[in-house]
């Protein structure tokens, strides 16, 4: 049963360019999210995506876009890279119960933006 | 509004010690679910407890155990007789029911070193 994945792993860029991250989820799980964490923080949540539409957003501009794909994968997008985008990007799926439904994650894309 | 509070940032332990890591939340909601993390170096964040705002009732897993304590707002996470493979950060996080699919408020996180 294959956990959650990401790719890359790692990806550095320069400040002004575009950046595209990929997740794919748990077997089974219909939902995915996406969190932001920088060094020696706590995650951030991003964005959720159910039903290939955005559900819920967190406290990030617009710079940060998303897509949920008909397989349930999903693809977070950066534009106008800023030096602060640099963190650990971490992708979790979960399957919409209706309640909070566990999430479990992936194992992260390290972002460097210089 | 939703708040996770880990006053503990690093804690060092030496193995076999027992060691509690303290969680305060905040919420409005009488609806809530609570979860604790593990973070190794790897950078991954794994799962190890869920609860919900209707379930007091204490856990036991192994050497891990959780404390939920509604009357404090705390959910405290104790693990006995350290081992070296403890070693993580630690994340406290919760999500309020009314949120479908619900979004993880997450603490600050708590760095716990085993040392043999």
């Known amino acids: 049963d294959a956990g959650v994945t990401q790719s890359p792993t790692h990806l550095i860029k320069t400040r002004g360019q575009q950046v595209t991250l990929r997740c794919s989820p748990k077997s089974g799980h219909d939902t995915v999210s996406w969190y932001q964490q920088a060094l020696g923080q706590g995650p951030q949540f991003i964005f959720q995506?159910?039903?290939?539409?955005?559900?819920q957003r967190g406290n990030f501009p617009d710079r940060f876009s998303g897509h949920q794909f008909p397989n349930y994968s999903s693809e977070l997008n950066v534009n106008a890279l800023l030096l602060g985008d640099s963190a650990l990007y971490l992708c979790?799926?979960?399957?919409?119960?209706?309640?909070?439904?566990?999430?479990?994650f992936g194992p992260g894309t390290r972002l460097t933006v210089l | 509004a939703q708040k996770v509070t880990q006053a503990q940032t690093e804690i060092s332990v030496v193995e076999k010690e027992d060691v509690t890591l303290d969680c305060v939340y905040e919420t409005r909601d009488t609806t809530y679910y609570l979860f604790w993390y593990k973070q190794p170096p790897s950078g991954e964040l794994v799962f190890l407890i869920r609860?919900?705002?209707?379930?007091?009732q204490n856990e036991i897993s192994g050497r891990y155990s959780w404390n939920f304590q509604k009357s404090t707002s705390s959910f405290n996470f104790t693990i006995t007789a350290s081992q070296v493979v403890d070693s993580a950060v630690y994340f406290c996080a919760l999500s309020e029911g009314r949120n479908q699919g619900g979004k993880l408020i997450f603490g600050q996180g708590t760095e716990l070193s085993v040392k043999p």
């Open positions: 979790a799926s979960s399957l919409d119960r209706g309640l909070s439904d566990t999430q479990y």
């Open positions: 609860r919900n705002s209707f379930d007091e």
């Open positions: 995506y159910y039903e290939e539409e955005e559900r």
